[in-house]
């Protein structure tokens, strides 16, 4: 049917240095939402704070990460941070750029969910005795994460398909990478290019799969 | 004690408060009623320093509330505020609920926690709802946890702002029975209600706020028997 | 004041790069939005059970990475088929697939939106089906659609910043060409970052505010 000769053998072969490399990808993602949750959560602190310097920190960084493309935010961790004579390995500066997208897009999630949440919800624990910090802590806070909770899945899932950037800054052991680099031994492009598709296709369809299980858990109100 | 001397409050133009002067002694009830705007609401978040005051003094035991100085995170504790709106915490239990306060304000230990909020929630009929999430309860139920939960912080005070105004008619008596309870034994209450009924059997002292002035204040017998204000005839003339 | 070794004939070269950024969104935006909307009322249409061939494909955009959809598009074209297509082409084609997969999911979201007994009200009076999608789920559904779909749509701008991959020089390309050149990476950057921002900002800006007005009522 096709003049051209599939090798998937030839491929496969190589699917175990693959799945390595899915690991990173997944190791970087993980690590991108745990820190950008954490960023996000402040960033929204500081969007609360009422002060002018934190309000206007958080709204640049939020406003940054949501329009320009996450590939030129990777390219500034590496390339642009460069020129302060700060040099970032490829996987930190792979890192720093998906956290710092991450970050903003998460921010103005829980922008939104926390206008779902009644202000008389904090004012409760304030005349319970509460500071802002705990009443935000312990009472908005796990409100306002549960609401965006499918938005923070999607983010998940996005972080994944962010780590293919990475080879642009001459990451070579996440997926793509690693696809990357077999490709330059084989130019078997199609094959091994079709496998990588599959694992990324699978990691993010067990992502959201285990995202929906994990919520039964969590969320039983 | 609860002290308030010429206590004045704006928001922007409008004046709500316009001087108030009272004093709550210790083991007393005292209701406050009134039509909508009158500031008796207001007073309330004023007491536990929710709402800054423009002018005069609000002293409890002897702290001045709205002195910067004080630490209002601490003098809240010993002041219990329910609202008209039940604000139950969605995602905590019934029990976690009444929980939370006493061990992250108060930082006691888990079981000390427990046990308070167990007794507490008993006293206000609600010791079968422990484990329960708040929204399965029924508003009277919600508005007795939120009893329950200032309760368990052991406040010297409780207030309560129209606490039955968010309730359907056949859930007011038994939030009512709950405040009943707590008056028979002895804990000092200030009640802003709409419930006359109720504030003629529960109080010691009964306040009328109009327009931002206390317009008479008289134990219950003398101000719904004998009232003297004419407008406070006129309220209750329409609320008869 | 600035001291740069960038020249008027490397801005016309960057200006070319962004041309062809929004020459390539502009087209698979286009084409996207045309073929999505096709695909969000038939997946409305015929329910989840018979729409699941097209749902699985169509999801399949949205659970690999662009990269790789633009590599594999290049290879299966040019090694397997052994077709001679432009880098161009590839990059639209797949760009306006990919806007496709995400457009079907806002206009299957949106149709669902109107209320079943609004369009029943119009089914009623005697309104066709083509009527009834017309007169009544059309207006109302892109109030709900439009901010996504503006949305999607910058998306798809930024996300043009990945066509370099089939050989397409871009903007973000034309600014990494430049400065392996000059040497200058933070300037050009931030020539770069700015051009997406100034298009992105206000017109984001200009969605949150129909979203916002168009909630209210």
């Known amino acids: ?35 950008g949750v954490l960023l996000a959560i402040l960033l929204t602190g500081c969007r609360l704070s009422g002060i002018r310097v934190l309000q206007g920190f958080a709204v640049t960084w939020v406003e940054i990460a949501r329009n320009t493309p996450a590939l030129f935010q990777i390219y500034m961790a590496h390339f642009g941070v460069a020129s302060f004579g700060i040099h970032f390995s490829p996987f930190t500066s792979l890192l720093i750029g998906i956290t710092f997208n991450n970050a903003g897009y998460l921010a103005e999630n829980f922008r939104g969910a926390l206008k779902a949440i009644s202000d008389t919800q904090s004012r409760a624990g304030r005349s319970l005795g509460m500071t802002p910090v705990q009443a935000f802590r312990y009472i908005v806070l796990p409100q306002m994460l549960r609401i965006a ?60 799969l285990g995202a929906r299980l994990l919520a039964t858990r969590l969320f039983r109100y | 004690m609860i002290k308030i001397e010429n206590v004045r409050k704006s928001f922007g133009q409008l004046e709500v408060l316009k001087g108030i002067d009272l004093t709550v002694e ?57 609202f008209q709106q039940f604000n139950a915490f969605p995602h905590l239990t019934v029990l976690e609920n009444v929980m939370l306060a006493p061990r992250k304000v108060l930082k006691q230990s888990r079981a000390e926690a427990e046990a308070m909020a167990i007794k507490q929630l008993g006293h206000v009929g609600l010791g079968d709802k422990v484990d329960v999430y708040p929204s399965r309860l029924s508003g ?50 200030i009640c802003v209600t709409h419930e006359m009924k109720f504030a003629r059997e529960v109080s010691d002292r009964v306040a009328f706020f109009h327009k931002g002035v206390m317009a008479e204040i008289a134990p219950p017998e003398k101000l719904f028997g004998a009232p003297e204000d004419p407008e406070l005839q006129k309220f209750l003339a329409a609320t008869h | ?46 329910g989840p059970y018979w729409a699941s061939p097209v ?36 990059a639209c084609g797949v760009l306006t697939l990919y806007t496709a997969a995400y457009c079907a999911e ?17 089914r009623s009076l005697g309104m066709t089906w083509f009527q009834d999608m017309r007169y009544i789920v059309l207006p109302l559904a892109t109030r709900v659609a439009l901010p996504s779909w503006i949305g999607l749509a910058l998306g798809v701008m930024k996300d043009s910043a990945l066509v ?22 933070l300037f050009l950057l931030m020539i770069c970052g700015a051009f997406y921002f100034l298009i992105s900002f206000p017109i984001a800006r200009f969605g949150g505010y129909l979203e916002k007005r168009w909630s209210n009522d």
């Open chain 1, 1 to 35: 049917m096709f003049n051209y000769t599939f090798q998937w053998n030839q491929a496969l072969a190589r699917l175990p240095q693959m799945l390595d490399g899915a690991l990173v990808t997944m190791q970087i993602a993980i690590l991108s939402m745990a820190i």
């Open chain 1, 149 to 208: 909770y499918l938005p923070m899945t999607n983010q998940m899932v996005w972080a994944i398909l962010m780590t293919s950037l990475g080879v642009t800054v001459g990451m070579n052991s996440d997926l793509y990478g690693v696809t990357q680099d077999l490709n330059a031994l084989t130019f078997r492009t199609f094959e091994l290019f079709a496998i990588a598709a599959v694992i990324f296709y699978v990691i993010t369809k067990v992502i959201g």
């Open chain 2, 26 to 82: 210790k083991g007393e009830v005292l209701t406050i009623i009134g039509g909508s705007g009158s500031g008796k609401s207001t007073l309330l978040t004023c007491i536990n320093g929710l709402e800054p005051i423009d002018a005069g003094r609000i002293t409890v035991d002897g702290t001045v509330v709205h002195d910067k100085s004080t630490d209002l995170n601490k003098l809240r504790r010993k002041l219990g505020i329910v």
């Open chain 2, 140 to 189: 009277g139920q919600q508005q007795r946890m939120a009893i329950a939960r200032a309760l368990a912080m052991s406040p010297g005070y409780m207030l309560f702002d129209e606490v039955t105004s968010a309730l359907d008619p056949q859930l007011v008596g038994e939030v009512l029975d709950t405040l009943r309870l707590l008056a028979s034994e002895g804990m000092t209450m």
């Open chain 3, 1 to 46: 004041m600035f001291d740069t070794a960038l020249s008027a004939h490397d801005l016309l070269f960057l200006a070319k790069g962004a041309g062809v950024t929004l020459l390539v969104t502009a087209i698979s935006v286009a084409f996207g939005t045309i073929l999505g909307i096709l695909c969000g009322v038939f997946r409305f249409q015929v």
């Open chain 3, 55 to 90: 749902t699985f494909i169509l999801d399949i955009f949205r659970s690999i990475p662009l990269l790789i959809q633009l590599v594999l598009a290049n290879a299966f074209l040019g090694m397997v088929l052994k077709l001679r297509m432009s880098g161009f082409t590839i």
């Open chain 3, 106 to 122: 806002i206009v299957r979201g949106s149709i669902g939106s109107v209320p079943g007994t609004t369009r029943r009200a119009g």
């Open chain 3, 164 to 185: 370099y991959v089939v050989q397409v020089t871009e903007l973000l390309k034309s600014t990494q060409i430049l400065i392996t050149r000059l040497q200058e990476p």
